[in-house]
């Protein structure tokens, strides 16, 4: 899968909602019900951190659920790209962009989001054919200011900005012309994912769908 190819697909996933739910699991048993619960709250698209020794099983519990698209974020190196297919993956998310990783995610066809800080690290995804790239970490690389500031001298890329991300500050980067989406990990409180209380998530989910974006 080329890039140009890849953002398209990014472009899209990113347009089906204003939020990226960022996922932690570590019981694969919840997964299912957490995607349900998320994809009725109005959030398809559910990025499963490759963080837990759960995770790549809870990919595939997930990638089962009907109106669900589940993606693998976290991804660090080509292992975790063909990993992350092999269960299942849609899409990954990278935190940082190395040239392996990004030829793992084309030579496995896995649609990536790559993660960029800077101008530079921007532009750079941007020759590469990466026109929809993830902003991290967000709030600590200057948030808002620091994302509308690139968009400047940069407006051809368009980022989905996570890390620090919550309900207070998401209208705000929904606002932005270079911002398709947001991913945050808000939605689901580990304390409601442990209790599975799933109408909670519901109704989180349902808040940050209800998200307007420009
Ligand atoms: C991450 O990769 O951890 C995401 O950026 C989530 O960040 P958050 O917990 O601040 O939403």
């Known amino acids: 899968m080329t890039p140009e190819v890849a953002s398209l697909e990014t472009e899209r996933l990113c347009r089906l909602a204003p939020v990226i739910p960022v ?4 019981d694969a048993a919840l997964a299912r019900p957490l995607a349900k619960a998320l994809v009725k ?6 990025e499963v951190t490759l963080r837990t020794p759960a995770a790549l099983d809870a990919i595939a519990e997930m ?6 698209v589940v993606g693998a974020g976290t991804l660090l190196s080509p292992e975790d790209v063909r990993a992350a297919r092999a269960a299942g993956a849609r899409f990954g998310v990278t935190p940082g962009t190395t040239d392996r990783l990004l030829d793992a995610a084309e030579a496995e066809d896995l649609p ?3 993660g960029a ?6 532009l750079r995804l941007y020759e ?14 200057g948030g808002v200011p620091a994302l509308k500031a690139i968009g400047a001298p940069i407006p051809q890329v368009r980022f989905c900005p996570t890390g620090g991300v ?6 705000s ?8 989406c947001v991913g945050g990990s808000w939605v689901v409180p580990a304390d409601k994912l442990a209790a599975g209380d799933w109408d909670g998530i519901a109704a989180l989910a349902r808040s940050a769908a209800a998200l307007p974006r420009t």
């Open 173 to 180: 980067y929904l606002a932005l012309a270079n911002v398709l």
């Open 166 to 171: 919550s309900p207070s500050n998401a209208e």
């Open 63 to 68: 990638a089962q659920v009907d109106g669900g």
């Open 112 to 114: 990536t989001l790559p």
């Open 41 to 46: 709250g109005g959030l398809p698209v559910l």
């Open 128 to 141: 590469r054919g990466y026109s929809v790239q993830k902003f991290f970490p967000a709030e600590a690389n």
């Open 117 to 122: 800080a800077t101008a530079s690290e921007a």
């Open 23 to 26: 996922l932690v699991i570590e």
